[in-house]
Each structure stands twice: as C-alpha cells, then as structure tokens.
C-alpha cells in the first residue's frame, strides 16, 4: 500500500491477509478476534507476518510479531507503523 492509507483500508488489508492465510470469513473477524482462535498456528503467524510486511511495506520484528495476538491488535500496529 502506498500513498495515502486509511484506517480502514488498513483494517481491510489486515483482514484480506487474515482470510488469505487461515481461511477465516472476514465477517467473522472482530478486532476481539484472536489470531489462534482464527485458525492460526506458529507458521500461519510467522507466513501472516511476512505477508503483512509485503503488503505494508514495513518491517515486523520478532518481537513485535508475538504481540500481534488479536485482529485489532494487528491493526492498531500497522496504523502506528504507518503514521
């Protein structure tokens, strides 16, 4: 994503990579939602990662990435590494 990024265009390319990775429905991905309970197992989370980073264009350190536990989260980090 380049240009001028939105709160909600973040939000909708967190949920795309969320749907493209686990499966999950979007409708089903409140910002409650926890990655795990989503599907998502170490390798899922570590692919979500590298995928986010992709599309973002950012870059997710080790530590950050085990913060990243519910969608909202994920979110809330990618919307602060964009501002």
Do not use: C, P, W
Request: hydrophobic residues 40%; without cysteine.
């Amino acid at each position: 994503m380049t240009g001028r990024t939105t709160v909600i265009d973040i939000a909708n390319g967190v949920r795309e990579v969320i749907e493209y990775h686990l499966g999950a429905a979007k409708a089903g991905m409140t910002e409650d939602a926890r990655l795990t309970d989503l599907g998502a197992d170490s390798i899922d989370l570590y692919e979500l990662v590298m995928s986010l980073e992709e599309k973002f264009n950012i870059n997710i350190d080790d530590r950050d990435a085990q913060r990243l536990t519910t969608v909202g989260d994920t979110i809330e980090f990618i919307k602060s590494r964009l501002s």
